[in-house]
């Protein structure tokens, strides 16, 4: 169905759709017609658990131009579900929002037959945006790169674990990246592939992953707004097609305190006039086998690897996760296709193609609201080339298997696991700072005080036990 729409909504740039209300009205005819009955309005909190108002489809011409209310309280819900007033500019109950289709992102999603799926913008009622959407602050770094003539493309990679439907009973015993390991999940497989292929979402693989039950499903590159819409999107399209095979998926950072958890790596590439700037030149100008802009691009992200982090992996079970030896990236390194590395060089050239080289960012996961992150990396990469920036020489091994003396030598640290070095990272960083309004840095501090006040003392199993569903 996504493809009979595509040339309606789903693939039409935003500067296209003119006319919003005759555009929606003519969406709302088309949808009807082949069967949809509603629009999932959808974004992501400061938790990066995802949220929804669902309005009928003879709705959409109307709330297409004046949106769907919502309380601006939203901006301060933990990741329980408990509302925060600690932030004083969100301190009472009062106060709304009105959250805004963008026709653009539309699209139906097979596993959720009858629906549309549209992301929003969030909007004062005066017509203002709203100073705590996160989408808008991808947007102005998206805008801030245009003006330096630079173009983005992220690609996610979303690990999950499959469980039966009684929630602990894993849906597979492995081996790690084995087929065995499917066929176990009968239809499965084909299912997702199907539902991601009709939705107009394209994959790059699907794979049995390391961890308890883990697969693996890796999204391919788009623009910025798209890249992050389609990450929520896809998380919607996997709970659909478990949930028919009497499955259950959890997305958390951590599904058992002893395993390898569940990283969500965002892969990012710079271009400028057609060109990856990762790619190296060949002219003596290359920065440790990197073009010179690529290379800078990617000090600026290594500079602020503390504050990425604080924003890519904010829950508590996230800074559980950052521990050496489980391929989270814990510690203040870039390497070559090192899988210790919270930033992987990634080449190209050869079988790939010269367009291919992109960084890895993996100190990320599902509790990273999706357009605040890739704002946060847009931000430190520019920093990086605005500066001419020279990251240091790459490593190839774990520095945590070194003693706290060699990584000292090396100016090697550790990225925050503790929340008031998270909190403070933020502070720290001019590029990561700067992606948030006032109002937003304090709600979004405001609830990582929360969560961590929520699970003093709780012990690590009991932490990750209330994380297991919420993504």
Do not use: C
């Amino acid at each position: 169905m996504a493809n009979d729409l595509d040339a309606l909504a789903g693939v039409v740039p935003a500067d296209q759709v003119t006319g919003r209300l005759t555009e929606a009205g003519r969406l709302a005819e088309e949808l009807s017609e082949q069967g949809i009955s509603g629009v999932v309005l959808y974004w992501a909190d400061n938790n990066g658990i995802p949220r929804s108002r669902t309005v009928p489809i003879q709705r959409l011409p109307r709330v297409a131009e004046e949106g769907v209310g919502v309380t601006v309280l939203f901006a301060v819900f933990d990741s329980h579900d408990a509302i925060t007033h600690s932030y004083g500019g969100l301190s009472t109950a009062s106060g709304e929002r009105r959250i805004v289709p963008d026709l653009s992102g539309l699209r139906t999603v097979a596993s959720a037959p009858g629906l549309a799926y549209a992301p929003v913008d969030q909007f004062r009622v005066s017509g203002e945006v709203s100073e705590y959407d996160q989408r808008a602050a991808l947007r102005r770094q998206v805008e801030r790169a245009e003006q330096q003539g630079i173009e983005l493309r992220f690609g996610y990679e979303i690990e999950f674990s499959l469980f039966r439907a009684d929630g602990s009973t894993p849906a597979h015993s492995g081996p790690a990246y084995s087929p065995h390991a499917l066929t176990v999940l009968g239809d499965f497989q084909a299912d997702l592939l199907r539902a991601f292929a009709e939705t107009g979402l394209e994959l790059n693989q699907v794979h049995a992953e390391y961890g308890l039950a883990q697969l693996e499903v890796s999204l391919r590159p788009a623009e910025p707004l798209r890249a992050a819409d389609e990450q929520l999107l896809a998380r919607q399209i996997i709970h659909g097609v478990a949930h028919r095979h009497g499955y259950r998926v959890s997305f958390a950072p951590l599904v058992t305190a002893e395993g390898v958890g569940n990283g969500w790596h965002v892969h990012v590439s710079p271009w400028r006039d057609g060109r990856n700037l990762l790619t190296p030149a060949g002219d003596g100008s290359d920065v440790h086998g990197l073009g010179r802009d690529g290379a800078a691009f990617l000090a600026g992200l290594h500079r602020n690897l503390p504050a990425l982090s604080a924003v890519g992996a904010p829950s508590v079970p996230s800074l559980l996760r950052l521990r050496p030896g489980y391929f989270a990236g814990a510690h203040t390194i870039w390497g070559v296709e090192n899988r210790e590395a919270p930033l992987r060089l990634v080449q190209g050239g050869g079988l790939l193609g010269e367009g291919q080289w992109n960084i890895e960012f993996k100190s990320s996961d599902a509790s990273a609201n999706p357009y605040l992150l890739l704002a946060a990396l847009i931000s430190a990469g520019l920093f990086g080339l605005e500066e001419g920036a020279a990251p240091p020489p790459p490593v190839a091994e774990d520095p945590g298997t070194w003693t706290e003396e060699q990584r000292a030598e090396r100016g090697i640290g550790a990225l925050p696991t503790d929340p008031e070095d998270a909190d403070a990272a933020i502070d720290d960083s001019a590029a990561v700072s700067a992606v948030f309004t006032p109002e937003h840095r304090e709600a979004f501090r405001a609830v990582r005080a929360s969560d961590v006040a929520w699970a003093d003392g709780l012990t690590d199993a009991e932490i990750v036990a209330g994380h297991l569903w919420l993504y």
